[in-house]
Structures are given as structure tokens and as C-alpha cells.
């Protein structure tokens, strides 16, 4: 694969155009990784905003019509609703686990089965969240299972 | 559509477990009886009844853990009621005699717990081809410290 970088002329917006015969799973990861880094998300704790990188949430949840994001330490409120963030990053990495999370697929470590269908995720943080059997199939798709 | 599935599955395997437990138990308790074709589409019934007891399961908000096991214990007394119901209407049991009551509670809670282990079996299976999946794609990666 070539990576070429052109200048842009002068007013001209920056743009990052693929060029593929096909759009494969290397491709998808790709663009995937793009469009993860490209918005950051304003999470606010104890009256302070952050610009925090989707990248690095390693899950929204939304509790009593709030919508709080979970780094590897901190916990931030965001005002996005959590079928705002589902279809703006839809194709990334994050994906629906129940009816009031979405998980960052990167972060999880391991998963483990927990009973009538729904299973626990490991988060690399020692968190653990529960995936619905609901979502399963989704997670599925998002490993190319 | 996904609950309706395991229904149906749930429904396969309690049909077998009650057959193989009906002809243990006319085998120790009845080797002479001759059964009609009746008895068959009794436990097929009673299979199906049972099967709807997965909806205890559903849920719009994902329970704790504490909830799980509530559930669990409901559904295994819901099955229990509805497999002795069926034998006394059906004439299978008669009130009173206990060994045959006990050697059914005892096939009940056999059959229940082996679709528990298949089940979680079939899930651990699942599980494992995601772990490998999430190896393969996901190395950890190292990110801010937030």
C-alpha cells in the first residue's frame, strides 16, 4: 500500500481521500481508526471540560437520562445521547453491548459467558460490563465472525 | 426473533430430557406398562409450556446478578410446577406415592441442570472464538492516561 501526502493549495480544506479496489477489513480498520480520531467528545467533571478522544473511552453509559463516558481512570459526563454517539460512530470501533451501553471493542480484554446468554466483558482497565445477548450478533460482525 | 430461537431450543432439548427421564421412570416404576402414542404428544405439551418459561429470562434492563439467580430459582420452580401439574392431570402420578414423586423431582432437577451445563458449554464455545478474534484484531494498545 502507498501512503502518499500532497500539499493542499492555499484555502483548500484537508482531506484524506482512499484510493481501493475494493473496500476490504484492512481497509474498513483503517477508516475505522480515521473516523475514531477525527472528533473528540467534551466530557465534563466537577465543572471542568476535557476534549477527550473516542479513541481512548472505553465506554459511554447512560444512567437516569445522563450520559456518563468511562476512560481508564475517569468517568465524564457528556451531552450526547447514546443513539447520537451510536450513529455518529457507527463503523468504528464502538458498538451497542446493551440498551444503555456502548463499548469500545479495543478496550475489552477478555469475555467470559455469564449466564442465559449474555456475557461479561474484561475491560483492560479491571472494569467489567455486560454484553446482552441482544448484541451479540453485533459483536460478532464488528470480530468478522 | 433471538428469544424465539432459544425457546425452540430450549423446547428440543427439555422434549428429549423428559423423554429419556419418562422412560427411566416407567422403566424402574412400570416395565410392563404399554404407553399410547398420547404420552408422546403429553410431553411434547408439557415441553412447550415449559419452553415459555425462558421468558422469565427477558429483560429491557439488564439485571444484576443477584436478579439472575432470582430468576433462575423462579424459572426452576415454574418448570417444577408445570411438570408435576402435567403428571397429575395426565394421570402419570398419583397423589400419595412418594417414591415416584421423588425419583421425578429427582429427573427434573437432572434434566435442568444438564441443558444448564449444554448451555453455558455452547456459550463458553462462543465466547472463545471472541477472545481469539479480539487477540487476533485488538493487541492491547496504549492510550492517555484519563
Known amino acids: ?145 | 426473533m433471538d428469544t424465539i430461537k432459544k425457546m425452540i431450543n430450549t423446547f428440543a432439548y427439555i422434549m428429549t430430557g423428559s423423554s429419556l427421564s419418562c422412560a427411566l421412570f416407567l422403566t424402574i416404576f412400570a416395565p410392563k406398562l404399554e404407553v399410547s402414542i398420547t404420552l408422546l404428544w403429553q410431553i411434547a405439551a408439557m415441553s412447550f409450556v415449559c419452553a415459555l418459561g425462558n421468558l422469565i429470562f427477558s429483560y429491557k434492563k439488564v439485571p444484576s446478578k443477584k436478579q439472575m439467580i432470582i430468576r433462575t430459582f423462579c424459572h426452576y420452580i415454574y418448570i417444577n410446577a408445570i411438570v408435576y401439574s402435567n403428571a397429575f392431570l395426565c394421570k402419570w402420578l398419583a397423589p400419595g406415592l412418594m417414591p415416584e414423586i421423588l425419583v421425578m423431582l429427582l429427573l427434573v432437577a437432572v434434566v435442568y441442570v444438564i441443558i444448564m451445563i449444554v448451555n453455558f458449554r455452547n456459550e463458553e464455545k462462543i465466547a472463545n472464538s471472541l477472545n481469539r478474534q479480539l487477540r487476533k484484531q485488538y493487541p492491547k494498545q496504549e492510550d492517555d492516561e484519563l
Open chain 1, 1 to 145: 500500500m502507498k501512503i502518499i501526502i500532497e500539499e493542499a493549495s492555499p484555502g483548500e480544506e484537508d482531506q484524506i481521500i482512499i484510493r481501493c479496489r475494493e473496500i476490504d477489513d484492512q481497509m474498513l480498520k483503517i477508516i475505522s481508526e480515521l473516523k475514531m480520531g477525527q472528533k473528540k467528545i467534551a466530557g465534563s467533571k466537577n465543572g471542568n471540560i476535557t476534549m477527550i478522544d473516542p479513541a481512548n473511552v472505553y465506554y459511554f453509559e447512560g444512567v437516569d437520562n445522563k450520559v456518563f463516558l468511562y476512560c481508564k481512570q475517569n468517568m465524564y459526563e457528556t451531552k450526547l445521547k447514546l443513539y447520537e454517539i451510536e450513529e455518529d460512530y457507527k463503523n468504528t470501533n464502538l458498538f451497542r453491548a446493551s440498551k444503555s451501553i456502548i463499548l469500545n471493542v479495543t478496550k475489552i480484554k477478555s469475555i467470559s459467558p455469564a449466564y442465559s446468554g449474555r456475557f461479561e466483558a474484561l475491560l483492560f482497565n479491571g472494569e467489567k460490563v455486560v454484553i446482552s445477548r441482544q448484541y451479540v450478533p453485533e459483536l460478532k460482525k464488528k470480530l468478522g465472525l
